[in-house]
T-cell receptor
Framework: DAGVIQSPRHEVTEMGQEVTLRCKPI?????LFWYRQTMMRGLELLIYFNNNVPIDDSGMPEDRFSAKMPNASFSTLKIQPSEPRDSAVYFC?????????????FGPGTRLTVL | KNQVEQSPQSLIILEGKNCTLQ??????????LRWYKQDTGRGPVSLTI?????NTKSNGRYTATLDADTKQSSLHITASQLSDSASYIC???????????FGAGTRLFVKA
């Protein structure tokens, strides 16, 4: 398997523009997670899905952020409108189960810069 | 308040030496503790996962320990290699869902 795939790897945009980040989880994994990483705040869990259904979005910072998972092989994280403080690396991860000892596999991340 | 604190913030060691990274947490009720390795520009990679009943787990040259009573964990790296240079992140999850608290990480530099 190719692992978790994210696109684009780098995104530079101007404040106010819409940004869409994409993720393809590992085939067969039932759980998908979106994380954000910054120097100031470290890694933060934004939202996670189980079988395409959002389970907990309490980490989503504002209404400007939205995430969807239309099918088992694709998810998007959208920011509209984007702001400079959204600049971060956004990771997608997937896992087979939600058990205590289940491993999450991370994608390579999307580095977002909002000017 | 649920917190995860890691020490040291950064560490420089010579190749071949051993080192130990620390993680203290106040997350409750405790479910599991994970150590991740994150190379620069890459996503985190899971090293170990421990539940309440486990007090040690190894993955090659990496050995994690957990003391649930004192709420402390350590990651010991044996015979360090240049490729061990990375950030090591401690992550603690609470029972009842995916409430996870991330530590700020320890930045390890292994020099030749």
């Amino acid at each position: 398997d190719a692992g978790v795939i994210q696109s684009p790897r780098h995104e530079v945009t101007e404040m106010g523009q819409e940004v869409t980040l994409r993720c393809k989880p590992i085939s067969g994994h039932d759980y998908l997670f979106w994380y954000r990483q910054t120097m100031m705040r470290g890694l933060e869990l934004l939202i996670y899905f189980n079988n395409n259904v959002p389970i907990d979005d309490s980490g989503m910072p504002e209404d400007r952020f939205s995430a969807k998972m239309p099918n088992a092989s694709f998810s998007t994280l959208k920011i509209q409108p984007s702001e400079p403080r959204d600049s971060a690396v956004y990771f997608c991860a997937s896992s087979l189960f939600a058990g205590k000892t289940d491993t999450q596999y991370f994608g390579p991340g999307t580095r977002l810069t909002v000017l | 308040k649920n917190q995860v604190e890691q020490s040291p913030q950064s560490l420089i060691i010579l190749e071949g030496k051993n080192c130990t990274l620390q993680c203290n947490y106040t997350v409750s009720p405790f479910s599991n503790l994970r150590w991740y390795k994150q190379d620069t520009g890459r996503g985190p990679v899971s090293l170990t996962i421990m539940t309440f009943s486990e007090n040690t787990k190894s993955n090659g040259r990496y050995t994690a320990t957990l003391d649930a009573d004192t709420k402390q964990s350590s990651l010991h790296i044996t015979a360090s290699q240049l490729s061990d240079s990375a950030s090591y992140i401690c992550v603690v999850s609470a029972r009842g869902g995916f409430k996870t608290i991330f530590g700020a990480g320890t930045r390890l530099f292994v020099k030749a």
